[in-house]
């Protein structure tokens, strides 16, 4: 997952893709040392992508580079994953006009099939959750607000662990939006729901008090038709106890 900036945020800025190789990179591969949180080690590889701390004029950054699968034809892969790069970016750029903190994008090479972003200081969500306390109650009601938002906008993240959410001066900065989509449907929204659901489950010791707390945050951001959406997770939930 991608963790962004230390200081205040710059103002997002218009950019173009690169669709081009040509010339000398702007993003030097300069390590930083760790905060006081946890910082992840990087680089770091996923499934998809390999994640690696360096600098774009001056700021710290993450650069997301998506790695080729030797399994996929060539000209297959190369699409795929520009074209998941491309949807990536647009996610966030759609997250952001819903209210959303996500990471300033700086930079996007689509011949390199890659995004440079901010680097957001911070701890995760789920760190500030199992130190528990009425911040870490503040923290689930501002999840369920930033996924009310999210899901009013039409996007489902996709991947709603606490460990993708940095929190920055009481805010939470949504994080890998590589799983995510544009999608409305009753189902879409309960399934991404019934995930944040079973992350606080696995992962912290007070599931029932956080989950209260998403909830009504969720509902307060996401307003009318909240109601069927928290309804669609218990029966998400209730197939998978009769299957």
């Known amino acids: 997952m991608e963790q962004p900036g ?29 905060g006081p949180h946890r910082a992840p080690v990087f680089p770091r590889r996923g499934a998809e992508a390999i994640l690696t701390r360096t600098e774009f ?23 795929l994953r520009r074209t998941r790069i491309v949807a990536e970016a647009r996610l966030m750029a759609e997250a952001r006009s819903a209210g959303v903190a996500v990471p300033v994008l700086y930079d996007i090479d689509l011949a390199g099939n890659r995004i440079v972003m901010e680097f957001v200081e911070g ?33 489902v993240h996709g991947d709603l662990t606490t460990s993708n959410m940095i929190v920055r001066d009481g805010t939470v900065v949504m994080l890998d939006f590589s799983l995510g989509a544009m999608d409305s449907g009753l189902e879409a929204r309960g399934v991404d729901l019934h995930l944040l659901r079973e992350a606080l489950r696995s992962a912290h010791a007070d599931p029932a008090a956080y989950d209260r707390a998403v909830v009504a945050g969720y509902r307060a951001a996401f307003g009318r038709g909240a109601a069927a959406a928290v309804a669609q997770v218990d029966e998400i939930e209730s197939r998978g106890r009769y299957t």
């Open 6 to 34: 230390g200081t205040a945020a710059p103002a997002p800025r218009r950019f173009a893709p690169r669709r081009s190789g040509g010339g000398p990179s702007r993003t030097g591969r300069t390590f930083f040392s760790r």
């Open 123 to 155: 701890p995760t969500a789920k760190e500030v959750l199992e130190a528990g306390g009425p911040k870490a109650l503040r923290t689930a009601r501002e999840i369920g607000r930033v996924v009310g938002r999210l899901h009013r906008a039409g996007i």
């Open 57 to 79: 004029l001056g700021r710290a950054a993450v650069e997301k580079a998506r790695v080729p699968k030797a399994y996929r034809h060539p000209t297959i892969d190369e699409a």
